[in-house]
Nanobody
Framework: QVQLVESGGGLVQPGGSLRLSCAAS????????MGWYRQAPGKARELVAR????????YYADFVKGRFTISRDNAKNTGYLQMSSLKPEDTAVYYC???????????????WGQGTQVTVSS
């Protein structure tokens, strides 16, 4: 089995920064894609940023471009989301998502983390 564990959430003032981490563990051969989603109360889950092709191609939602940066440490099977210039509307539960190949030649499987709360408030 594969587990994704997020950390780094918390309470931050508007304009502040946070770095989220997503550590993948278990039987893993490669992680072709890893991304971050968020879900605010009463709203649908939305894509924030996604890293594909082993971390060489990054996509950002328009509402975070220039403020958030996605990165990965493939040796540690860990992904990061550096969030800067945070706004109250960034308040949400942030979820890590990854496409994982458990062995070479195995079917690609998709996994979710349990989520970490980010609250932006003064």
């Amino acid at each position: 089995q594969v587990q994704l564990v997020e950390s780094g959430g918390g309470l931050v003032q508007p304009g502040g920064s946070l770095r989220l981490s997503c550590a993948a563990s278990g039987s893993i051969a490669s992680i072709p894609a890893m991304g971050w989603y968020r879900q605010a109360p009463g709203k649908a889950r939305e894509l924030v940023a996604r890293s594909t092709s082993g971390g060489t191609i990054n996509y950002y939602a328009d509402f975070v471009k220039g403020r958030f940066t996605i990165s990965r440490d493939n040796a540690k099977n860990t992904g990061y989301l550096q969030m800067s210039s945070l706004k109250p509307e960034d308040t949400a539960v942030y979820y890590c998502n990854a496409d994982v190949m458990r062995c070479y030649g195995c079917t690609l499987m998709n996994y979710w983390g349990q989520g970490t709360q980010v609250t932006v408030s003064s």
